[in-house]
């Protein structure tokens, strides 16, 4: 073990000693009950903090810095270029950058936008170039992971490297990777850093993760959870193939026994209805015996197509008698009553049936021919072929906008392993302008939560109980918008009315509080080993309302059904005109606030209703906010790389 | 790896010899589909002389199995080697597609 790790190894039981003991004490002792209003939502982000603490000193606990693989690169690769609307000069600088990889291999252009002028440029460098094929027509196309999923199946080579349309490779990136996997056959993924080559040291929009591509991926390597990022990393083949199968299979069963109960139940009440009708009535309570024996002899683990290919066959065949019987019936009945559709043809002297006519009273909700046949478009379910889906097998996860965490949880659900190679081997654009760098940071929180709400790590089966702390405790920072909501308040609550949250801000609160505090920030200075980190907690303080609306969005979507809206991040550098003011008003407001605080605190106590400890602790929390909000208005003005490129120097 | 195909009285057998892998796969699906588009959507894949099949087979499979339903016909195994059989279980697919003791017996019963 590295002095390193365990210097960050005492740290971290440090401050979760002090944390455990801060809150306990604030819990206990010094809650204002009188407030309870503030007073609780208070000590409630606190201990929201305190475990977000204490799940970053358990990703820190077994920090791995690879020294790179030991075997040599190895197997056939395919290079993605993923793009769905990127200018094609852009797509085609990386796609010429990927041809160059010094490792063999073969290149392809994944145009989801299907463009003319895309295949043309593709075609004339030498690329390969896919677009959708025509079994995605009218089907759920699943944003990225649609457009690698249609790739997985027009491609063949063991290895893939998943390549945005900004990010330009490094030609040793292959060298550098492929070794991993013949280390280790279980091995399913290779991540590498996102560098942003457009962002000044000052990086107005936080762009660069250097603590995320980093420390805390090291972090997860440790605990075999390091995420796949959606691009600049390589994936094999046979492990998303085998998550695709494993999907399919389980989708089957499950979609199958729901057909069949909803059919047994459906067969049942049609019985019933039709005791008048001896004939039909025998037949539908036949059927329903008959699903009843197939979802048995699928329990008793009897292959699902065998039963359900012979369910349909029986079915096929009841229902083309009850049709045949029905008809029959109903041909009589009406010919009786000397009505259209049916009529007597002449020369032949037998019925003529109008089939237009008769399919419109057989869709009647009422007539037994409209229960056959919607038993039938049940049935329809049963041809174990996800005929609601473009592909049976879809390799790489839907259920999220972010397909990346997603299939990565999955894969670590199966077994597999995954690595972070602390490498920068691909150079991509991050966003250039507020209102998409804060489309992207919605999209990537709202995939995040999609994924926490549908399949959580903690329940997940197969994950161990490190990989589960990792996935989650990424989940769990995303809810600290409703944190930080109560961190600006509370003290604009003491400035402006005097209430306060705590009992006093005594000895017994500093002497617990500061330890807690200062032993928090050492570890963080230690991990971060000299990166500049203050642009992400700004950030994650000031994108509060972001990561409140991911939240609730995303709980509407799960639970109601309610679309999200993907957004395709744009890298291209345009920006629209005017000052983007609509898209952070809630911060605005909150920096508004607070000076109006600060100013009111500070009147309070010179005219001698204010506390001087009090607002002096008050008046350093608001400094902290506004010092994180601040960021907000840099952020407002920034007009991308360019514009500073094209000052002309020494203009002052 | 070799893929034959021979017709038969009431279905089709299509037997991939060798390894059924990622660069196989495609072919398997294709040599599928023609059978479909020649009217014979009853096929057995005889596996007696597949050494091993990976995940990428096991999708060809699959796709085939839904292209053949789609035709009204269907797509079962028969005669899967001891590797085959593990893959097949390992994934769980067994759950899925039975595996008959010979391409005759895949459709004896109809």
């Known amino acids: 073990m590295s002095r390193r790790l365990i210097l960050i190894r005492i740290l971290a039981v440090l401050v979760v000693l002090l944390g455990v003991n801060y809150i306990t004490w604030r819990w206990l002792e010094s809650i204002n009950w009188e407030a309870w209003w503030i007073a609780v939502p208070l000590i409630v982000a606190e201990t929201y903090s305190l475990i977000d603490t204490i799940l970053f000193s358990t990703t820190m606990w077994r920090a791995k810095e690879r020294e790179g693989p030991k075997s040599e690169p190895q197997g056939t690769v395919d290079v993605f270029i993923a793009t769905y609307n990127e200018p094609v000069e852009m797509v085609m600088e990386t796609a010429r950058a990927a041809k160059r990889i010094a490792y063999p291999h073969e290149t392809w252009i994944l145009d989801d936008g299907d463009r003319a002028e895309m295949a043309a440029a593709a075609r004339s460098a030498g690329l390969g170039y896919i677009t959708r094929t025509a079994d995605w027509q009218d089907k759920p196309r699943h944003a990225k992971a649609g457009n690698l999923n249609n790739a997985l199946f027009e491609t063949e080579g063991e290895f893939l490297l998943i390549l945005d349309a900004d990010q330009i490779p490094d030609p040793l990136i292959l060298h550098r990777t492929l070794g991993y996997f013949a280390d280790d056959p279980q091995v399913a993924l290779v991540q590498t850093p996102q560098w942003f080559i457009n962002v000044n040291e000052a990086d107005p929009l936080g762009s660069q993760a250097p603590l995320f591509y980093g420390p805390i991926q090291q972090g997860k390597d440790g605990w075999n959870a390091a995420f796949f990022c959606g691009s600049n990393a390589v994936l094999r083949r046979e492990s998303l193939m085998q998550l695709g199968i494993v999907g399919y299979v389980r989708d089957v069963e499950d979609s199958t026994q729901r057909t069949l109960r909803a059919a047994e139940k459906l067969l049942g009440r049609e019985a019933r209805r039709n005791q008048s009708v001896p004939e039909l009535h025998l037949e539908l309570r036949e059927l329903r015996q008959e699903v009843t024996r197939a979802r048995a002899d699928i329990s008793q683990a009897e292959p699902i197509a065998e039963v359900t290919y012979r369910l349909r066959a029986k079915i096929d065949a009841a229902s083309r008698r009850l049709v045949d019987n029905d008809l029959a019936t109903m041909a009589d009945d009406l010919a009786a009553i000397e009505s259209l559709p049916i009529q007597r043809d002449a020369e032949l002297g037998t019925l003529v049936v109008n089939d237009v006519a008769l399919d419109a009273l057989a869709t009647r909700e009422l007539s037994p021919l409209g229960a056959v046949k919607s038993v039938a478009a049940l049935l329809d379910a049963l041809r174990v072929d996800r005929p609601e889906e473009a592909q049976p097998i879809q390799p790489l996860a839907t259920i999220s906008v972010t397909e990346d965490m997603a299939t990565a949880m999955q894969l670590h659900g199966m077994g597999w392993r995954s690595v972070y190679h602390h490498e920068v081997l691909a150079r991509g654009l991050a966003p250039e302008d507020l209102q998409t760098m804060l489309k992207q940071r919605l999209r990537w929180a709202q995939g995040t939560m999609q994924v926490f709400l549908r399949d959580n790590p903690l329940a997940k089966k197969g994950l161990s109980g490190g990989q589960r702390l990792m996935y989650f405790g990424t989940m769990w920072s995303y809810l600290s918008g409703f944190a930080a909501l109560v961190y600006l308040a509370a003290p604009i609550i003491y400035l402006t009315l005097g209430i306060l949250p705590v009992t006093a801000w005594s000895v017994d609160f500093f002497a617990r509080f500061i330890p807690y505090f200062l032993m928090n920030q050492l570890l963080f200075l230690v991990v971060a080993r000299g990166i500049r980190t203050w642009r992400g907690q700004q950030y994650s303080l000031a994108l509060f309302p972001v990561w409140i609306k991911a939240c609730t969005s995303s709980f509407a979507n799960v639970v109601f059904k309610k679309p999200l809206s993907f957004v395709v991040t744009r890298k291209d550098g345009r920006s629209a005109e005017g000052l983007p003011l609509r898209e952070v008003w809630p911060q605005l407001t909150a920096i508004v606030l607070l000076v109006i605080a600060f100013v009111i605190g500070i009147v309070r106590v010179l005219v001698g209703a204010g506390d001087g400890t009090g607002t002096l602790v008050n008046t350093v929390w608001v400094g902290y906010d506004l010092a994180a909000l601040s960021i907000i208005v840099q952020a407002i003005f920034y007009k991308g790389p360019a514009a500073y490129a094209e000052e002309p120097k020494g203009v002052t | ?110």
């Open chain 2, 1 to 110: 790896m070799k893929l034959t195909v021979t017709t038969h009285e009431g279905y089709a057998a299509v037997r991939p010899v060798g390894r059924l892998t990622a660069s196989g796969a495609p072919r398997l699906k294709q040599e599928v589909q023609k059978l479909i588009e020649s009217g014979q959507p009853r096929i057995v894949v005889d596996l007696a002389e597949t050494e091993f099949i990976d995940s990428s087979g096991l999708g060809a499979l699959i796709g085939g199995l839904k292209a053949a339903r789609v035709a009204e016909g269907d797509l079962r195994l028969a005669s899967a080697t001891e590797p085959v059989k593990s893959v097949l279980k390992l994934t769980s697919l067994d759950r899925v597609l039975k595996d008959y003791p010979t391409a005759e017996a895949a459709f004896g019963n109809e």
